[in-house]
């Protein structure tokens, strides 16, 4: 029964995964209001979710790469937004280029497991400049909370997945996504929905 619970977990995952940004990226193609939304974040999450790939498929659990190639593809579309927005990209694609040398060096150095654990972590660093723009912009009317909430719970999702089958990085990579989409859900709820009525 728990393994039927896993695979279901990872199934509906893998459909959040895929639905996760398409708010946010519909409310900056309406409204090209990019205002709270950082441009680091998606440039840092694309190079992540190519990294959770390669891990993945080399651990056997393909099923689980579905969700990583989705969000590579819409992590671009978000960049792509930010630009027709108006935003600069050049710094975060050299941030997203520095983190892509990191993640490789690691795997070269310490192997899959070293760099399973270091993507477990990761989570934090990306999303660590969404929630520092979140909070450092006095109103950031440009956040989808949608997106946080399909977020958060896609993160309960992969961390029953990850119990099932042992694996720490993918638990501890669960963690983190539901402790940063409270966060981002903290800040949208007491600051931006007051000052927009645009939130998809």
């Known amino acids: 029964m728990a393994g039927i619970l896993a695979t279901i977990a990872v199934v509906v ?8 940004l398409i708010p946010q990226i519909l409310k900056l193609v309406r409204t090209r209001d990019a205002a709270g939304v950082s441009s680091t974040w998606p440039a840092i999450g694309l190079v992540t979710n190519a990294a959770w790939c390669a891990y993945l498929l080399q651990a056997g659990l393909w099923p689980a790469s579905i969700s ?9 579309v978000v960049m792509w937004g930010l630009a027709r927005a108006g935003r600069s990209l050049g710094a975060s694609i050299l941030r997203g280029a520095l983190w ?18 270091v993507l477990g972590f990761s989570q934090f660093l990306q999303v660590t400049p969404a929630i520092v ?14 997106t946080w909430w399909i977020a958060g719970t896609e993160g309960v999702l992969w961390g029953y997945y990850g119990w099932y089958h042992g694996d720490v990085p993918i638990m501890i990579f669960a963690a983190t996504y539901v402790i940063t989409s409270g966060l981002m859900l903290f800040r949208y709820y007491t600051v931006a929905s007051q000052t927009s009525p645009l939130s998809p």
Do not use: D, E, K, Q
């Not at 995952?13 to 996760?20: D, E, H, K």
């Not at 892509?100 to 654990?117: K, Q």
């Open 68 to 76: 990583t190639i989705l969000m590579v593809v819409f992590y671009s």
């Open 13 to 20: 995952a893998t459909i959040l995964a895929g639905l996760s």
């Open 100 to 117: 892509t040398a990191f993640l490789v060096a690691i795997t070269l150095v310490g192997g899959w497991l070293a760099l399973g654990t």
């Open 133 to 146: 723009t979140a909070y450092r912009t006095a109103h950031p009317t440009g956040i989808a909370p949608a």
